[in-house]
């Protein structure tokens, strides 16, 4: 079997999955635009043959190394990136070399517009907020008369929560349409509620071979728009009606033969139209691994290796790695170099050293949504993750 990996070397975490692919007799090739000196050993041992593009936006120089491999090494069966940001490049190389194990170009769209996604919601008989693709300042208005304010802004075909804005009042609404970005956007009504995940690995058949729930930020956007600090937890179980929720919208996009990240809201507040206090509601479907070092966090809570499985599905669509039977809570906390915190980094090992599982300086890129250093520990439960957080981020 052969599988292209496009850019293993991003995110750092991510050539686990070809380490793992390799060790299941998978034939891993890898395409990128960083030198190969400057790979780790990890990733060079993973592949048979990396391949260097000076530029990864330039599809033409893409498909030449897709050409490239499938002239050597024969039929291509794989091409994933497991990457929001290539999702649509993916689906297009496996259009042209008709690779048939992942999305085409006609597919990948339900799953990068926010508008699209909508319809899927409805035919897994999953509740979501309201929305509007924006045309025009009337009919903008007119949605807003409809369900008032606040609303949520966010381009249609996004990466998290890129560009994202809330507007609380007739002034934000016209500073926003004052100045409309170029790319289309959607309006939605704004959800007083947490924000919880459904992650899962899916065989050909959208059926879960693995799953955990992460609780999430109340915002994402609010974190990058005003450099907040970023915390959250992947929890040791998951209530039946979101795993319920979840496998239904995994069913009704077609999300085979994926590591897919679906958010949910759990509403604190009762909605006409969606749901009573604690119900979830569906807020947007990711069709890769959830970001950062999630995968990592859902190893350490769960006691498995989710790059293991996923490697798994590739190679025989079925799990092979057996359940561990220890789940435990697995919680992250992020600080930035701008602040000034009450503990130092000596004090926070010295109080949690025994529980303290991955600290990292993050990548630069990565500094909007997620600041500049991560803390990862272990926690008994939802209160020692929230104990967790406070201590880390509390700040002078």
Known sequence: MNFIFISPQFPPIYWYFCDRLKKNGVNVLGIGDTPY?????????????????DNMEDYSQMFRAVAFFSYKYGKIDWIESNNEYWLEQDARLRTDFNV?????????????????????????GVPTARCHKITSREAGKEFIDLVGYPVIVKPD???????????????DFDAFFNDLPGVQYVMEEFITGDIYSYDAITDSKCEPLFESM???????????????????YVEAGMPESLRKLGRATAKA????????????????????????VGDFV?????????????????NFAHSTDVYEIWA???????????????????????RRDIY???????????KYGGKIVKYERLPAIWEDQMGNETFVAHADDEEASREFIRFVQERK
């Not at 992460?214 to 959250?232: F, G, Q, R």
């Not at 996009?253 to 009573?276: D, N, V």
């Not at 915190?341 to 010295?350: D, K, L």
Request: net charge negative; charged share 30%.
């Open 253 to 276: 996009f077609g999300a085979r033969s994926r590591f897919i990240h679906l958010e949910f809201f759990k509403l604190k507040k009762a909605k006409k139209g969606l749901g009573k």
């Open 312 to 334: 798994e599905m590739v190679a025989y669509d079925e799990r092979r790695l057996p359940q561990s039977g220890e789940d435990h809570f697995c919680v992250t906390a992020d």
């Open 157 to 171: 075909n996004g990466v998290g929560a890129e560009a994202t804005y809330k507007l609380s009042d007739d002034a």
């Open 100 to 124: 048939t194990t992942g999305v085409n170009t006609q597919e990948v769209a339900c799953f990068k517009s926010k508008w699209g996604m909508k319809e899927y919601y409805k035919k897994a």
């Open 340 to 350: 000034d915190y009450v503990h130092t980094n000596e004090e926070i090992f010295q």
């Open 37 to 53: 000196d400057e790979l780790s050993q990890g990733l060079k041992d993973s592949l048979t043959e990396y391949y260097r593009v």
């Open 214 to 232: 992460t609780a999430w930020p109340p915002s994402i956007m609010d974190i990058v728009n005003e450099k907040l600090d970023l915390a959250y």
């Open 282 to 298: 569906g807020l947007e479907v990711n069709m890769r691994p959830a970001g950062s070092y999630t995968p990592d966090m859902m």
